[in-house]
């Protein structure tokens, strides 16, 4: 009896080493993070890297402020990160809307572009900032707070015009705060793609036909946003 017991013992002991070597496996060949791209906003808007877009309407300027990306516009503005990113990403930043005294000051719009290509052209860049503009593009897009901060939407741009709604939050809870600076983080792995605010996944889409690669931009309309701490993270294996 007491042999059989060592044998059971043994057994166990066995299974418990084999699932720890296959952890540890595991754990060594999963991908691990790399920075790919970090932007700290310190001197003026580098060119080589931001392409700005803005709506000649009104009096607006998109610059750097104290290590912040200002966007501060009557109309429609994207401005473009030009390098161009694929695979497995994550992409992070902190943004807040600025309402207090400024002339184009309006609680509204929180917008991104992700994903982003141009089927009929080489890039994404030549647009004048009005938000038609950009119907003819494949991405991924989320206009937190958009419509006077009435909505919060994901869509998906399928580079034809057509842009179906995917999901849509009209609840106060999902909508803009004033003054509050966002922590936004963006994710496309393996085909799936999440869109989080402060820690809460308000987006989850897994795409049967996904996006791949593209540009990032950063979009709005009619209004005084900051932003900061733009760091773009990839695999590392």
């Known amino acids: 009896m007491k042999g059989m017991f060592n044998l059971v013992g043994r057994a166990a002991l ?12 595991q754990t060594a060949s999963k991908p691990k993070d790399k920075l790919l ?16 877009e803005i709506e ?12 912040r990306l200002i966007l501060n516009t009557a109309g429609g503005v994207t401005v473009w990160f030009k390098p161009r990113l694929e695979g497995n990403i994550r992409i992070e930043y902190d ?5 207090d005294s400024g002339r184009n ?20 860049f030549g647009r004048n900032g009005k938000f038609e503009n950009y119907d003819s593009l494949s991405l991924y897009y989320v206009g937190f707070g958009g419509n006077t901060n009435s909505t919060t939407r994901f869509r998906k741009y399928y580079g034809n ?30 085909g ?15 795409d049967p036909a ?15 946003h900051a932003v900061n701490g733009f760091r773009v993270w990839g695999e590392q294996l």
């Not at 066995?14 to 496996?25: D, E, K, P, Q, S």
């Not at 309407?57 to 750097?64: A, C, H, L, N």
């Not at 943004?95 to 309402?99: A, G, I, K, P, S």
């Not at 540009?215 to 009619?222: E, K, L």
Request: hydrophobic fraction near 40%.
């Open 14 to 25: 066995g299974v418990v080493l084999l699932f720890c070597i296959r952890a540890n496996a």
């Open 37 to 52: 791209y970090s932007e700290d906003f310190s001197g003026e808007l580098d060119k080589t890297r931001w392409h700005a």
């Open 56 to 67: 000649p309407v009104g009096q607006s300027e998109v610059r750097t402020d104290k290590g």
């Open 95 to 99: 943004w807040t809307v600025l309402v």
């Open 105 to 124: 000051d309006r609680l509204s719009d929180l917008n991104q572009f992700w994903m982003a290509t141009d089927p009929r052209n080489a890039d994404v």
């Open 161 to 190: 015009g057509t842009k179906p709604l995917l999901k849509e939050y009209l609840d106060s809870a999902h909508l803009l705060k004033a003054n509050h600076t966002y922590h936004i983080v963006i994710t496309v792995i393996d």
């Open 192 to 206: 799936r793609t999440t869109f989080s605010v402060d820690g809460e996944v308000l987006f989850d889409f897994i």
């Open 210 to 224: 996904p996006l791949r690669n593209g540009w990032f931009g950063f979009r709005s309309t009619g209004a005084r």
